[in-house]
């Protein structure tokens, strides 16, 4: 055991390390948020079909698969943001002293990182709260009986996921805070996604070009996709409306 943990202790003091936990973890992110942005996605389908999905992803493992993919994920969120951290740090730290202009602007870029990345957090901590823990402007509607529906074949009623999104997003400010929390994110996605082939040694001159493109549609797919439920929601709520009676509440 303290063979493995001198072996990690000095892997993580690596430079190398920490790029490479960065990169990993920072993968395992940028795919979840294309899954989770596709699922997301079905409540402009309408309440059965998103409750559905809800009801599918609480139920796996007999409930226990949404709290185990929480806790993966929150790990590989506090690793990544651990790891960028470390690294900025031990950059700074090793440039010390010079001037040159190009190291100025690669510091620039290390702090605005750590901005967007810790706001990011913060946004985490809060959508948790806002959606799962029913924590905020939503629990304004907060009776009980609101959040109840029925699904074909399911007995007995179950939490309207659909319902809780639509009155969430229907406060203005919650909106404005996502849609800015969002782009923070894209911006982050812009520079991160291309270290993530730079890291993984995918990234050549040949390809560099490529990858950019990559990195830029991937931000904006992802931009497009997680804004368009809350301005949808404020700008069109007469459709939502005629979602909802769709099914009995």
Not at 29 to 53: C, D, K, Q, R, S
Request: charged share 10%; proline share 2%.
């Amino acid at each position: 055991m303290n063979a493995l943990t001198r072996c990690l202790e000095t892997y993580w003091s690596s430079s190398i390390g920490k790029k490479l936990v960065v990169a990993l973890t920072g993968l395992v992110l940028v795919l979840f948020l294309a899954g989770h942005l596709i699922g997301n996605l079905v409540v402009f389908m309408g309440p059965e079909p998103f409750n559905t999905y809800a009801y599918f992803l609480h139920h796996m493992l007999h409930g226990k698969g949404i709290w185990l993919f929480r806790i993966v994920m929150l790990g590989m969120l506090a690793a990544h943001i651990l790891a960028t951290i470390a690294l900025t740090l031990q950059n700074r730290t090793a440039r010390k002293g010079y001037e040159c202009r190009t190291t100025i602007q690669a510091s620039l870029s290390s702090r605005y990182m750590i901005l967007s990345g810790l706001t990011i957090l913060a946004f985490a901590v809060y959508h948790l709260l806002h959606f799962t823990a029913r924590v905020g402007p939503a629990a304004g509607y907060n009776t009980l009986a609101r959040y109840q529906t029925t699904l074909f074949g399911v007995e007995g009623e179950v939490h309207n996921a659909w319902l809780m999104v639509i009155d969430g997003f229907s406060v203005w400010y919650v909106t404005l805070f996502y849609v800015i929390a969002m782009t923070l994110l894209c911006t982050h996605l812009m520079h991160g996604v291309g270290s993530i082939f730079q890291t993984l040694g995918f990234r050549s001159k040949k390809a560099s070009s490529l990858i950019q493109q990559v990195s830029l549609g991937y931000s904006l797919f992802i931009w497009l996709g997680f804004i368009s439920i809350p301005l949808a929601i404020n700008l069109f709520p007469g459709y939502f409306h005629a979602l909802a009676q769709t099914v009995g509440h």
